[in-house]
């Protein structure tokens, strides 16, 4: 693939910089203002002026805390290639302080080249890792741990959060450990002992504004003009490309988007999925690629769920939707069987089914998860007096009715009036 075609190259380009966390987050490494910036300057003076740090990352996951903190460590071991040792840990696996001073001794053992014993106990590692500490504070090596998952961390007896920030307490040693955390009262559950050896510095990162994410959107679509494309085909996409983002109908679009989810994560995702749809005889961005990406990262089980259902299963779940409009607190088959007859009264419907065959419908419904028992206990009682609720909302609901081919109209008539 690539070839003739500067259409192919540019998805080439694109999808290879869609891939690479280190451009995404590059477009914010020179402002001053920002984590990136305030997360180097921590690091760095550090490394340059010898002493101990430590600091959180805190954030919604998809928020770029991990990404910006590798762009910062391959900045800094570019600045200063044999001045850091970098250690990491995951909360998912090492939450176990002695699973993780043996995971530090290990990764310590392998980059100054030393044999690693599988034998030692907690005690010995933890002396390794005091003395490691030592010997590359004399070197001026700076030993960096990352805890990722850091609340995991700080259960139990914290032992290996004391070991190490009181390590870090000798004016001998150079470390600096980064916290990565989605809780943002990750500090607060820190014992008092491991607290006062804490500096406190905390960034947090928060989803991006609409301003950021247009510009995070040129930032990785616009085509640069020092590649291989031709320049012609680089400045009409360029120019296409920002018309397309001035229309209000692709903000909306955007503005879709970053409400549903805001997270770099989810962006990253949509602009992927746009320009794989781009048009490769046309060769450039429209709406409909925009369009396309939105309907595909916004896809909803549930709503696929309804598309299979049958009409009686629709009346069913219409009946228990009315039930909770009511505010009607504890209902059962029974007395989804009432409001479906009322319905019926009202309406004067031709749909109408004998009750064994709703019976059917119900424990089908309750088999695909679109409505569920209250309470699971209770097993001796039948299933038509069993309390029930509804698994998807009202607006979950009106949707797939409106994308369902066959829907009666009464069912659509009743769901639009509430």
């Known amino acids: ?17 869609l891939s690479d966390p280190n451009f995404i987050f590059a477009h914010f490494s020179h402002s001053p203002d920002t984590n990136y910036s305030k997360l180097k300057f921590i690091i760095a003076s550090s490394v340059t002026e010898a002493c101990n740090n430590s600091v959180l990352l805190l954030g919604p996951r998809g928020c770029g805390k991990l990404a910006v903190l590798e762009l ?8 200063y290639p044999d001045m850091i040792t970098t250690i990491k840990l995951n909360g998912l696996l090492h939450s176990d302080d002695k699973c993780a001073l043996k995971e530090i001794a290990r990764q310590l053992c392998a980059e100054h080249q030393l044999s690693f014993s599988k034998l030692a106990s907690f005690d010995d590692n933890n002396q390794f ?28 007896k914290q032992r290996l959060l004391y070991s190490l ?11 600096v450990v980064v916290g990565i955390s989605c809780r943002l009262d990750a500090d607060q559950l820190l014992e008092k ?25 040129k930032h990785m679509l616009l085509l640069p003009t020092d590649s291989n494309i031709p320049e012609d085909y680089t400045t009409e996409f360029n120019a296409r490309l920002l018309k397309l983002l001035e229309d209000g109908r692709c903000r ?5 988007l970053s409400t549903s989810d805001s997270t770099f994560n989810h962006l990253i995702r949509f602009l992927f999925i746009a320009v794989c749809h781009m048009d490769m005889k046309l060769g450039f961005l429209t709406l409909e690629n925009f369009k396309a990406a939105l309907a595909g990262v916004q896809r909803q089980p549930k709503l696929e769920c309804l598309k299979d259902c049958s009409v009686l299963e629709l009346y069913v779940l219409v009946c228990m939707m009315r039930l909770e409009l009511r505010e009607q607190e504890s209902y059962n ?17 031709s749909d109408y089914f004998a009750r064994n065959v709703c019976l059917r419908a119900f424990e089908h419904l309750l088999q695909r998860e ?13 299933v038509e007096y069993h309390p029930v609720k509804l698994l998807i909302s009202a607006h979950e609901l009106h949707l797939g009715l409106k994308s369902y081919r066959c829907c009666p109209a009464i069912l659509q008539k009743i769901v639009d009036r509430g």
């Open 129 to 156: 890792m005091i003395d490691i500490l030592r010997e590359c504070g004399l070197a001026h090596k700076t030993v960096i741990f990352v805890l990722d998952e850091f609340d995991l961390f700080a259960q139990g």
């Open 1 to 17: 693939m690539g070839g003739d075609n500067p259409a192919e190259k540019a998805l080439i380009l694109h999808r290879a910089r």
């Open 333 to 349: 088959f029974n007395t989804i069987m009432k409001e479906y007859s009322s319905i019926h009264d009202t309406f004067q419907t």
């Open 72 to 79: 910062v460590l391959d900045d800094l071991l570019k600045e």
């Open 165 to 175: 920030l009181d390590a870090m307490q000798s004016v001998s040693s150079q470390a």
């Open 370 to 382: 679109l409505i569920s028992l209250v309470d699971s206990r209770g097993h001796t009682q039948s």
């Open 193 to 217: 002992r491991v607290r006062s050896r804490f500096s406190h510095r905390k960034l947090l990162f928060l989803p991006p504004s609409k301003e950021d994410l247009q510009g995070l959107i």
């Open 252 to 256: 909306d679009i955007i503005d879709t």
